[in-house]
Each structure stands twice: as structure tokens, then as C-alpha cells.
């Protein structure tokens, strides 16, 4: 079956980086373009950013543009997202999608001094 298992959240200080993972299984990975959303506590989805099956189109929100890279790499089934210069805004439990259907665990992200 499908599974999506994010990893590399935690606690950064404002303007720091962190990497997050998802590593992919149970289907063609290659075949498929993937997504990160988010959730910040006592609010709704935002997505993100979406990579294409090919890794040459992405796409970001406006309020990451510039400081988010989305990437991945089809030898090891896994998406990444490079985040850079955090805010606290930027607090949220992070899931990476394929399609719309299905989600991983979600990994949580803290910006805090």
C-alpha cells in the first residue's frame, strides 16, 4: 500500500533552516508529482508547494517563494523540502501528499528563540 513517512522536523530558531524527507513507497514514485502542505495550530491547510513527476516544474506559495525548495531525488522514493530563513509564522506540522488522496504522518516544525 501506498505509504508517506516525513521526517526532519523540529525546533529552529527564527531565521534557521531545517530539511524535511518524505520517503515514498507502494507506488511508482517517478510516475507521480507530490505536494507539501501544512497546518499551523488552530488553522486550516495551506499548501505549500508541488513538484512534477519529472522534478523540472515546482511551485510555491507566495509566502514561501524565496525561502522554500522543493526537490527530489527518484533513486530513493523521497521528496525533500529545504526551508530556509524560518519564521514563526512558518510553525506547523508539515505533510507531504501524493495526489489528494493520500498523506504521510506529517512532521512538526517549531520556529520559536
Known amino acids: 500500500q501506498v505509504q508517506l513517512v516525513e521526517s526532519g522536523g523540529g525546533l529552529v530558531q527564527p531565521g534557521g533552516s531545517l530539511r524535511l524527507s518524505c520517503a515514498a513507497s507502494g507506488f511508482t514514485f517517478s510516475g507521480d508529482g507530490m505536494s507539501w502542505v501544512r497546518q499551523a495550530p488552530g488553522k486550516g491547510l495551506e499548501w505549500v508547494s508541488d513538484i512534477n513527476k519529472g522534478g523540472d516544474r515546482t511551485y510555491y506559495a507566495d509566502f514561501v517563494k524565496g525561502r522554500f525548495t522543493i526537490s527530489r531525488d527518484d533513486t530513493k522514493n523521497t521528496v525533500y523540502l529545504q526551508m530556509n530563513s524560518l519564521n514563526p509564522e512558518d510553525t506547523a506540522v508539515y505533510y507531504c501528499?501524493?495526489?489528494?488522496?493520500?498523506w504521510g504522518q506529517g512532521t512538526q516544525v517549531t520556529v520559536s528563540s
Open positions: 501528499l501524493r495526489g489528494i488522496n493520500y
